[in-house]
């Protein structure tokens, strides 16, 4: 298996402008999380999606941010418009949930965004 | 407000000589625990884990051993090798509505020296 596939593995863009960051599960996973990595915060998980629904988008900063699910071998996670604040290194992670609960996740690279 | 604390940013090791690292939780209905390594420009791995039901877990190295009562964890690494020097985060899985997702600290670098 391939692992967790991210892409772009860098974005730099300007302020105001739209960015979709791109996360492939590892197949027969069903559990997709989205987390963003900072000096300040460490490592936050953003929206948790089982079988393609978001459970938990609590951590979502703001109305910027969205992420979408479409179906078991695909997730995005769109900020428009972003912010230099947005700059950091965003992560997928994947797991299999079995019974009573998830197993451990595994991550992708990381795309390591910039906005300036 | 963080569930899960890991208060030391780093840690310095000579080679040979055990690492420990520390974690502690605020929630007692966490109920599985692991241990995740990040080398830069990576994804954090899956390192070891251990559920509620027991205080200790070893895998080689590295075992993990969890004080219910204290609300505490920690990673022991014997013996410490250069090539563990990296971001160790501890993390807790949720419960309830959100079982299934994790929780992480925000890691203690580890430097182990020849």
């Known amino acids: 298996d391939a692992g967790v596939i991210q892409s772009p593995r860098h974005e730099v863009t300007e302020m105001g402008q739209e960015v979709t960051l791109r996360c492939k599960p590892i197949s027969g996973h069903n559990s997709l999380f989205w987390y963003r990595q900072t000096m300040m915060r460490g490592l936050e998980l953003l929206i948790y999606?089982?079988?393609?629904?978001?459970?938990?988008d609590s951590g979502m900063p703001e109305d910027r941010f969205s992420a979408k699910m479409p179906n078991a071998s695909f997730s995005t996670l769109k900020i428009q418009p972003s912010e230099p604040r947005d700059s950091a290194v965003y992560f997928c992670?994947?797991?299999?949930?079995?019974?009573?609960?998830?197993?451990?996740?595994?991550f992708g690279q990381g795309t390591r965004l910039t906005v300036v | 407000d963080q569930q899960v604390k890991q208060n030391s940013p780093s840690l310095s090791v000579q080679e040979g000589r055990i690492s420990i690292l520390n974690c502690d939780y605020t929630?007692?209905?966490?109920?599985?625990f692991l241990w995740y390594k990040k080398y830069p420009a990576e994804g954090p791995t899956f390192l070891i884990s251990?559920?509620?039901?027991?205080d200790k877990n070893e895998d080689g190295r590295f075992t993990v051993f969890l004080n219910k009562s204290a609300k505490h964890l920690s990673l022991h690494i014997v013996p410490s090798q250069p090539g563990d020097s990296a971001v160790y985060f501890c993390?807790?899985?949720?419960?309830?509505?959100?079982?299934?997702?994790?929780?992480f600290g925000k890691g203690t670098k580890l430097s182990v020296k020849p």
């Open positions: 929630n007692s209905m966490f109920d599985y």
């Open positions: 993390a807790a899985r949720g419960y309830g509505g959100s079982q299934g997702n994790l929780i």
């Open positions: 999606f089982n079988n393609n629904v978001p459970i938990d």
């Open positions: 992670a994947s797991s299999r949930r079995g019974v009573g609960g998830g197993t451990e996740a595994f």
């Open positions: 251990i559920s509620s039901i027991k």
